[in-house]
């Protein structure tokens, strides 16, 4: 036991004089990930800042000119053209020039006052339909305030006698409805991701390339410290990174901590162990650091786009909902969402935590048994 703790250690240090040695592999670890952090939490985002609006007023009446400047003057919608048909606003939404039309009927401004209920159009190029239904979220939100000054009700419903349901909105964890809040935190697991599990397949196959894992293997040193020493730097090293990201996140954006830190931390600790794991098998399949990368990516493109990270998993086919149940990007990122954002505690998390750390058991297991069987 002494000598494998021996051997672990002049290993260990080993590996990170490795590491501190090679400027690119620093550069890899601690400059990318943070900036792409910064890059990431502005350009990963669902928000609509600007819609171009065309204006088609068939009323001509202070009412109907007030709900287009209430529009224009919140800053979401910019106007680039009106005219009395909506002939023109339909050409120009088929040429790109446009993303909204906004149709005020004639009597639009008798039907508030006498009705005190009116009904517009509004038309969206629905390409995008995420954009769409942001942007139409926006204007309904605008047109209510509007006619609630005016004792008024608008509806955006094509068709008249529909009735109308109020509702009051509590927007709760997120009362802000900022989307960095809530897409930083999953950009921040992504990160950590690719740290712990590219740089593991990537070091472990540099070391096949250069012949240094067959000397490696024929020493007395046991494989399994050989895989531990590994595999302990990227790991503390990915703790640090997150602990950067958190700091970034917090300081940077703004991002609420509700919850423990502490209770982050060691589902990150867990989620590495299936991360590295997962890096571990990778270089067993592949030869050579392209072959590494090549499959890593593929592996991490899955992950990602069936994490939740930029489309909700609800939304998926039923057999992609089941699927992306052993994704271990999935889990962490609901711990990270809900530790930080709504305060969770260990137990509201408890069933993720076990998930990651049954998966972790697994894919390492798997990794290690593959590698000694690669290395016999």
């Given at each position: 036991m002494?000598?494998?703790l021996?051997s ?13 040695r090679d400027p690119?592999i620093?550069?890899m670890l ?5 900036l792409q952090?910064?890059?990431l939490?502005?350009a ?5 800042k600007?819609a171009r609006?065309?204006?088609v007023?068939q009323?001509?009446?202070?009412v109907s000119?007030g709900?287009?400047e209430?529009?224009?003057g919140?800053?979401r919608?910019?106007?680039v053209?009106?005219?009395v ?14 993303d ?5 009927p004639a009597?639009f401004?008798?039907d508030?006052v006498r ?12 390409e995008?339909?995420s954009?769409?239904?942001?942007t139409?979220a ?5 047109l209510a305030?509007?006619a609630?000054e005016?004792g ?10 529909q ?6 909105r509590?927007s ?13 935190p999953?950009v921040l697991?992504q ?6 599990t590219l740089?593991?397949?990537l070091?472990i196959v540099?070391e096949?390339?250069?012949g240094?894992l067959d000397?490696l ?5 046991p494989r399994?410290?050989?895989i531990l020493a590994?595999l302990?730097?990227?790991?503390s ?7 950067a990201?958190l700091?970034?996140?917090r300081?940077g ?17 867990l ?9 571990l ?12 990368l090549?499959v ?5 493109m ?6 939740g990270l930029?489309?909700?998993v609800n939304?998926m086919?039923?057999?992609?909902q089941?699927?992306a149940?052993?994704n271990?990007l999935l889990?962490?990122i609901?711990v ?16 993720q935590?076990v998930?990651l750390?049954g998966m ?5 297991t798997i ?6 069987k690669?290395a016999a």
């Amino acid at each position: 036991m002494r000598r494998a703790l021996r051997s672990l250690r002049f290993l260990l240090r080993k590996e990170f004089l490795q590491i501190r040695r090679d400027p690119v592999i620093l550069r890899m670890l601690f400059i990318m990930p943070l900036l792409q952090l910064v890059v990431l939490a502005n350009a990963a985002t669902f928000e609509v800042k600007e819609a171009r609006l065309w204006v088609v007023d068939q009323d001509r009446t202070s009412v109907s000119r007030g709900a287009v400047e209430r529009l224009t003057g919140s800053g979401r919608f910019v106007p680039v053209g009106s005219s009395v048909t909506a002939g023109q606003g339909d050409d120009a939404l088929l040429d790109g020039d446009a993303d909204a039309i906004i149709v005020l009927p004639a009597g639009f401004e008798r039907d508030v006052v006498r009705d005190r209920h009116a009904t517009l159009q509004f038309v969206l190029n629905a390409e995008n339909g995420s954009h769409a239904g942001v942007t139409q979220a926006y204007a309904a939100e605008i047109l209510a305030r509007y006619a609630a000054e005016l004792g008024a009700r608008v509806t955006t419903a094509p068709r008249r006698g529909q009735p109308v349901v109020e509702v009051r909105r509590q927007s709760w964890y997120n009362p802000a409805l900022q989307y960095r809040h809530y897409m930083v935190p999953g950009v921040l697991v992504q990160l950590v991701t690719i740290v712990g599990t590219l740089m593991t397949a990537l070091n472990i196959v540099r070391e096949k390339e250069a012949g240094t894992l067959d000397q490696l293997n024929v020493t007395p040193v046991p494989r399994a410290v050989f895989i531990l020493a590994k595999l302990l730097p990227l790991w503390s090293i990915a703790l640090v990174e997150l602990a950067a990201g958190l700091a970034i996140a917090r300081f940077g954006f703004g991002v609420p901590m509700e919850g423990s830190l502490l209770l982050v931390f060691g589902a990150a600790a867990l989620y590495l162990v299936a991360a590295l794991g997962i890096g571990l098998w990778v270089s067993t399949v592949a030869e050579t650091q392209q072959q590494a990368l090549f499959v890593t990516f593929a592996l991490l493109m899955v992950y990602i786009l069936m994490s939740g990270l930029f489309t909700p998993v609800n939304g998926m086919p039923e057999w992609a909902q089941w699927v992306a149940q052993v994704n271990p990007l999935l889990h962490f990122i609901r711990v990270m969402r809900a530790v930080l954002l709504k305060g969770a505690g260990f137990t509201d998390v408890l069933p993720q935590l076990v998930v990651l750390a049954g998966m972790g058991v697994v894919m390492l297991t798997i990794a290690v048994r593959q590698y000694r069987k690669r290395a016999a």
